[in-house]
């Protein structure tokens, strides 16, 4: 059975993680230290959603990938630049914060405002991809909210694994403690993943699809639509970077055994 | 006015810079296909080849199976094609100079030798994209793009063959050893050629399969020399040769091949004809090493501008942090600023970034121009086929073209109200007039940047290698700056060394038509002092007056032997100038560039909270610049003006004009105050002294007021100077940094 699927993914924008993040106090409330002048890259857990509704709209004949982008205008098209290389997909883009001090509630209204507005949308057809996690500061909810605003109730989290099967239905396994899965099936779309790693590789740039994505992307850009997010209600007591921590031992002719060991018993203390 | 000029208070740098500042620095914020090559490239470049090179990829001569594996990187990104029409298998329409430099400068910012490895293809194919008969660009440019899933063809990777062992082609490229003569010449059939060529130092030259040799005829039946195309398969001997055992850009395949092989004459790059049984190419080989050079050395300019920028970050990190171990105590100076407490590591840093920033301008500015050239070249060599000129007729008629352009900028350098407009208008539409003026700039500024940027690039990397103290000259040196100053010196020499760029600057840069607009960007260069003051553009314009003095000078000036000074066999003279006016270009470049971003950078919003303290810190950048051009300038030029005139000696004629102490002493008392005034402008012997005691008389300069004025003038235009780059060090102590380079060490 062969169904065309219509994969909307969700992908915020984030600092890339090799720069030095500050967090500041700034008059709209906290922020990263000079975060508009920071180079920015797709989240890497809606980079993994991303990678897997291609590869399956890659297989599925007539399957088509939207991806959904919330950010200030001029750093999405930035990190288009890469990202449109990657995988087809068509853009819309969302003119607005990308911080990581956002309410995950209001962002995922426009998210799910911006996917109910895509034309000709098929719910019986939908499939909403999106990160389980976050390179910002992962709220652990706008994936959630973005389906239960659409009425989606069929909703899997930490997904790692896709597959549909002959009949339509789809299994998914999602990450579970102890490092397991839990498989579980669905029968019927509309459904939400918040995809973990995945188990695809970063595509490589290819600058075809490039030309042909930016084909829709620069017009998306141009008229992306300005989304406020006022942020009322929201207070941060405090914010804080990881603690950064570094503890080195030098050891001569220990036993890999005695070394695990000791790792094991770090990491548990 | 918008005034960038020095203040107590400016913003400062807050990051370094990102792909918005430099899209509208080196002009590409309009064009994404553009944008989307440059992270396509610096994906490669950051990734499977830094961790090539990581992992002493370099240390072989070989093409090893890991280096190979580099290709099909390059193939996936769109490296390959870059150089392709988009007809051809490329996705980029129109003149790819830009396109082309950018990626050189991505790859280079890791690696040169992966940059060389990746536009030897396109060199090699060069020769038949700027000269081939159409089947032959079918057939070979068409192939050279990579291969699709599901076709079956062999992708053409080509190998350009110039060099050949010593003594012939290198730096002389008209003495060619490489030889070909007629094979077979069958009645009204096609004629084969025996093609015999050794190569040294042919890059690809380890997995190339298809290349264009430089060869001199050997046979009556053949006229001069030509390039022909070569493929592996040929009849005869194909012999790639033994890797050249160079010890730089070790990720580019270099062999020594010997081919011995049987070809139809077809394969002579730009077709032939045949008149009186004698077979005449249509294109010798150095006319088309001509078009091909002026537009590939541009990109090898960038490669050494990249390392030097991209020495930035690695310098900065490792000053911060060389005292952070053992006792340090976070917050204190020693532990925060490391080596940036010390001025010199911070001023020498400023030179480097300087440097890099008016290096990288220059060569984009090049490329820019080679894209704008490159159309209007199409037209003209349209016209005089349309008008069936050729030869010494077809010089005769751009000749007259060129009066023309020097017309249009009579008129425009006029006041507007003076301006004989629409004789302006008609010369400004002519494509003509406007390929001879790029034309002229393009043959100054090709050769400048090569230059320039490898020459003097290669001495600052050695600086930016010495700011890292022992760790510098290590293989794990994050950035690799030590491969990166080895790198450059083979930046300096292939594709024509640095004497084969003066000499060509040294006729370039006397042509009527790029005088007179040199002449324009001095008035230019005062103007946007006016507007720009802290930028240095008042000292460059004057730095400009006086090389421009001096060129004239030594242009009429004989030495003091009578020997004519200009002249091409008197390097001495000529080759400085040229020097000089490489240091001019790019720091007025760099100039513009800054203005550039000042004037655009407030239309992206992502620029808005650092984008005053960019320009400033980059205002002061150029500021340091072209102050360290004008020294240069003045220096040179002093030498050439005073150092060809013999020194006065202790002799009767030069001591005619000498007082003798006692002689002013009785002359005291009648012309009161002459004891002092000889003395300030005139030599005095003492009482006992045949002479005082030095080489002779000073040094008169009669007829040369003029220079010395200048010159006087341009040591005052560089005041505040200093207080520009004290400026920028004390930037570079405050600009935030990654936590760690995006590419392994």
Known sequence: MNTAYQIVVCAGIVPDPLQTLEPITSAAGPALKNEMMLPAILDPWAGHALYEAANLAKHKTGSKVWLVSLGPKAKLQQVMMTVAQKVPFELIALDGPASGFTDASETANALADAIVAIPGLDKSKLLVFGGWESASRGAGVT??????????????????????????SLEILERIEGGKHQISKCAG??????????????????????????????????????????????????????????????VKDKPTDDIAREIVEWITK | MEALAETKSVASLQTLPGDDIRQLLWRFADRFELQMLVQAARNVARGPVARLVAQGGRNSHEWTPDKAALLPHFDESGITAVFLDPEQGGFIAGPKNLALALVAFELAWVDAGAATCSLAGNLGLSPIHECGIPEQRAKYINAAAPVKPGEKRRQVRAAFALTEPIPFAGVETGMLAGKVRV????????????????GRFITNMGFANVVTAAVDSDDPRIKG???VILEEGDPGVWDRGTPTKKLVHQLSSTNDPVFNLRVPASRIVGGYTVKGGILIPNYSHSEIIEAVFRRTRVTVGLMTSAKLLSAIEPVILYQRRRFRGGAGTPGTPRFELGIQQKEDALHRLVDIWATGEASASLGFAAARLFDELDPLEKEKNQWLADKQLAGRVALKELAKKQQEALELLRINSRPVGEREHKRAEELQADPLVRFVTLDSLANVLCPACKLWNTGHGANMMRE????????????????????????????????????VQRLQLSITMTTELFRAQFEQWIVEMRRMASSRPGTGACTLATAM???????????????????????????????????????????????????ELAAKGGENPVLADNLAGTVSFFTDLCHVQSARAAGEVGRVCAELVHGYNRHPAWDETSCHACYAAEELQTLEGIIPGIDGSARAYADV???????????????????????????????????????????????????MTREALDYPA
């Open chain 1, 189 to 250: 779309l509309p459904a939400l993943l918040g995809w973990a790693t995945g188990n695809l590789p970063e595509p490589k740039n290819n600058p075809q699809i490039g030309m042909v994505n930016m084909r829709t992307v620069m017009p998306a850009l141009q008229k992306a639509k300005p989304t406020r997010l006022a942020g009322e209600g929201l207070l941060f007591a405090s914010v804080t970077l990881p603690k950064q921590l570094r503890e080195t031992k030098i």
């Open chain 2, 183 to 198: 094979a077979e010449w069958k009645q009204g059939c096609e004629p084969m050629l025996q093609v015999d060529k050794r």
């Open chain 2, 545 to 595: 007056q006086l090389w421009l003095w001096t060129l004239q000078r030594v242009q009429t000036a004989t030495d003091a032997d009578g020997a004519k000074l200009y002249h091409k066999s008197r390097q001495g003279v000529t080759f400085p100038l040229a020097d000089a006016l490489c240091w001019l270009l790019a720091a007025r470049q760099f100039i513009f560039d800054v203005v």
């Open chain 2, 464 to 499: 930016a290698v010495s700011l890292m103290g022992g760790y510098g000259i290590t293989e794990d040196c994050p950035g690799f700056l030590g491969q990166k100053w080895m790198d450059a010196q083979l930046e300096a020499t292939y594709e024509g060394p640095e004497a």
């Open chain 2, 225 to 227: 020399s030509c390039m």
């Open chain 1, 143 to 168: 994936m959630q909210t973005v389906g239960e605003r659409l009425g989606i109730v069929d909703q899997f989290q930490g997904v790692d694994e896709l597959k549909v099967n002959a009949d339509g």
């Open chain 2, 685 to 735: 012997s003492e009482i006992r002294e045949p002479h005082p005691f030095k080489a002779g008389p000073c040094a008169r300069f009669d007829g040369l007021e003029a220079f010395v004025r200048l010159r006087t003038k341009l040591d005052g235009c560089l005041t505040g100077c200093r207080l520009a780059k004290d400026r920028a060090a004390e930037a570079l102590t405050k600009v």
